[in-house]
């Protein structure tokens, strides 16, 4: 099942539909949050049809200006 997974993680990613502009990573069915680049050696990307990263980023971006206000 494993090799299934990666089989289709792997057609999914190389689906230029998959890819906004070649850059950002959108795909329904793939549930993985991030994801190699297109590229891989220039590292990973998130991918944005997941609601986790906006999650995520959202949360450290209000953690950042809490602190930056505790701080002053």
Do not use: C
């Given at each position: 099942?494993?090799?299934?997974?990666?089989?289709?993680?792997?057609?999914?990613?190389?689906?230029?539909?998959?890819?906004?502009?070649?850059i950002?990573?959108?795909?329904?069915?793939?549930?993985?949050?991030?994801?190699?680049?297109?590229?891989?050696?220039?590292?990973?990307?998130?991918?944005l049809?997941?609601?986790?990263?906006?999650?995520?980023?959202?949360?450290?971006?209000?953690a950042?200006?809490?602190?930056?206000?505790?701080?002053?």
């Open positions: 099942m494993n090799e299934d997974r990666r089989r289709k993680h792997q057609q999914g990613h190389n689906d230029s539909s998959n890819w906004i502009w070649g950002f990573y959108y795909n329904h069915e793939d549930k993985r949050i991030f994801v190699p680049k297109r590229i891989p050696v220039m590292g990973w990307t998130i991918n049809a997941n609601a986790t990263p906006f999650l995520v980023i959202t949360a450290i971006v209000i950042v200006i809490i602190l930056i206000e505790y701080l002053k």
